[in-house]
């Protein structure tokens, strides 16, 4: 699929965002005062940033605010309720340990929880989808939420739980690249299948279905060449897991290496993520000769 920049924003700053909440809200680091408001208005950047640079990508930003309504039904929806819901609480909490200097803890334990539920919201928005079998796997919440909940650790000074961690992450991702691989084939989806004329024989496409370009052909069937997918797979693990736990290796609780081990996480998710979105193979490509 198309990797849409404004969707690989929120769904990575979002991610560190959340996770950031996730561990204030159960006192790591146990901050009051002007340091917790250092702590909470990073936090707060990256989730509602996230957010914010989501909408971007909608054609009206203004129907948004309608996706609230579906949350019976609509993962997205949910990740909404669920936002709205962690950002509140996680607001009185903060207000607790800035202007009052104490922790209330069961209400930080409940924003806490509900800033995993939004990251796992987000990661199911995909998850679910069985038009594009290589999201459609256990393996992308599980990927979505724990790189949510180390890399906020590595933002929280969390370090070495951040570090071992980021060696379960990097396992957690392989895995995810090599299982999804052969998610398309595996699947049982072919032109056959998606035509319904599988049962009078071989399919094949006589010509493309109209000569120019459309919203299918630039959202849904987007084609990254197997040699620069392996490159970037390489660097996105070099630096979303190698350089961070190099870092914390040789101390990087604070000063430059601490900035270097953040910094190369955020560009290894970043990379990763751009992946994630852009090796997506959606069905409606094999209406187009671009699948199987």
Known sequence: MHPAPSVILFSVLSGLGFGML????????????????????????????????????????????????????????????????????????????????????????????????????????????????????????????????FGGALMTGQVTVAMYGFVAVGLIQIFAWFISDSSFSKSGTTIETATGLGNIGKVRMFEPPHTGTNYLLKEMVYVIGRKHAAKLRLIAIILMIVIPILMIGMGAQHGIKAIIAVLSHVVGVFASRWLFFAQAEHVVGLYYGKRG
């Open 22 to 149: 996730a561990w204030l809200g159960i006192g790591k680091p146990p901050m009051t005062g002007f340091s917790a408001f250092i702590f909470f208005f990073v936090a707060y950047a990256l989730s509602v940033g996230g957010l914010l640079s989501a909408t971007f990508h909608l054609g009206n930003p203004k129907n948004s605010l309608k996706a609230f309504s579906q949350w019976r039904t609509s993962w997205l929806s949910r990740e909404g309720c669920c936002a709205v819901a962690a950002l509140t609480v996680m607001g009185v909490y903060a207000i607790g340990a800035i202007f009052f200097e104490t922790h209330w803890m069961f209400v930080g334990v409940i924003g806490a929880m509900l800033s995993v539920v939004t990251v796992f919201t987000t990661s199911m928005i995909y998850a679910q989808l069985k038009t594009v079998p290589r999201w459609n796997h256990w393996s992308t919440p599980v990927l979505f939420v724990s790189l949510s909940i």
